[in-house]
Structure formats: C-alpha cells, structure tokens
C-alpha cells in the first residue's frame, strides 16, 4: 500500500490536529512549498509557534512547532475547506470571517498564499485553503 496521500495539505491538517490531541509539541511531515507557505501563515497569524525545513534525502523534511514549551496549544479547531473533489473559491468581498474575527482563512490568491484578511485588504480573492480558530 502507497503512503502517497492524494491531499497533502490535508494530510498536515490532520497530523497537526491529531498531534494537538496527544498533547505533542511538534510534527514532523515530508515538505512541499506549498506546504511550508501554508504553515508560514499561521505562524504569522500566531497559531504556530515555529516552522522549519530539514534538508535531508531523498526528500525534506519539515517540522512544524505546534507551541512552545509551558504553553497550551492556540489551535481549537484545524479544518481543510477546499478540497480536490471541490475546489472552494471566494471573491475579496465574500471571504468569510472565522468565529467574528478570531479565527483565520487561509486563501491562495494570485500573489501568492494569504490569510483572509490580507487577501482583504489587498482585494484579492482566491482559493479558500483551510480555517483555523
């Protein structure tokens, strides 16, 4: 049996929940840039702590800190919106607001991967990747 997942950035969703729920502090998953930006956007939005990338062979690894030591986790809730039997797309004036504001969308505009709020501001609209809160 293949370990080749056919949603990738599901796949990280799900190992950061899971590991969320065993109180782990960190995941480590194979890398893709894809990935990586995604990661990178909720460590500035500040459900992250950290993100690495380990350059190893034959693929990278990346490590995902979920939070840091003595701290509870910022993550309630982790789920993929758009998905590849349906692709989810939004205009900048129908993205939607997570939990009035406290939460996070994720959105793959033109100019590269955004929260919802920068996708806002810069009238953006795009494929909605996941919702964090």
């Known amino acids: 049996m293949s370990m080749l997942s056919t949603d ?9 929940r899971n590991a969320i729920m065993v109180n782990k502090r960190e995941v480590r998953l194979p890398h ?15 459900f992250l702590a950290k993100v690495e990338v380990k350059e190893t062979k034959p ?23 758009s998905k590849p039997g349906r692709r989810l797309y939004a205009k900048a004036s129908e993205l939607p607001r997570i939990k009035s504001g406290r939460g996070v969308v994720i959105v793959s505009t033109s100019k590269g991967v955004m929260t919802g709020q920068a996708a806002t501001k810069a009238k953006l609209g795009g494929e909605l990747i996941c919702k964090v809160y």
């Open 59 to 81: 693929q990278s690894e990346m490590i995902i800190t979920i939070n840091r030591e003595g701290q509870n986790p910022v993550i309630t809730a982790i789920e993929r919106v």
């Open 8 to 16: 990738p950035i599901a796949d990280m969703l799900t190992r950061i």
């Open 32 to 46: 893709s840039t894809m990935k990586e930006r995604v990661a990178r956007e909720l460590v500035n939005a500040g």
